[in-house]
């Protein structure tokens, strides 16, 4: 996949699972390229949510979001 396509579908996942309200993302640059970035700030804040949340991620990129 082109590198700019990689930058347009990670904002894209991003701004989808943002409006789900199931999660919030954010996004950066690193070396140049569009990357998602997820906070785990919080000390309740287990494994499950982590796992949750790379699941909407993914359901999200394959066009099979929530």
């Known amino acids: 996949m082109p590198e700019t396509k990689t930058d347009s579908l990670n904002s894209k996942?991003?701004?989808?699972?943002?409006?789900?309200?199931?999660?919030y993302l954010t996004q950066t640059?690193?070396?140049?390229?569009?990357?998602?970035?997820?906070?785990?700030?919080?000390?309740?804040?287990?494994?499950?949510?982590?796992?949750?949340?790379?699941d909407l991620i993914q359901k999200t990129a394959s066009g099979r979001g929530d």
């Not at 996942?13 to 999660?23: D, F, L, P, R, T």
């Not at 998602?36 to 000390?43: D, E, F, P």
């Open 13 to 23: 996942i991003v701004e989808q699972v943002n409006e789900s309200g199931k999660a």
């Open 29 to 54: 640059k690193l070396r140049g390229h569009t990357v998602i970035r997820i906070g785990l700030g919080n000390v309740l804040t287990t494994e499950r949510h982590l796992a949750d949340a790379w």
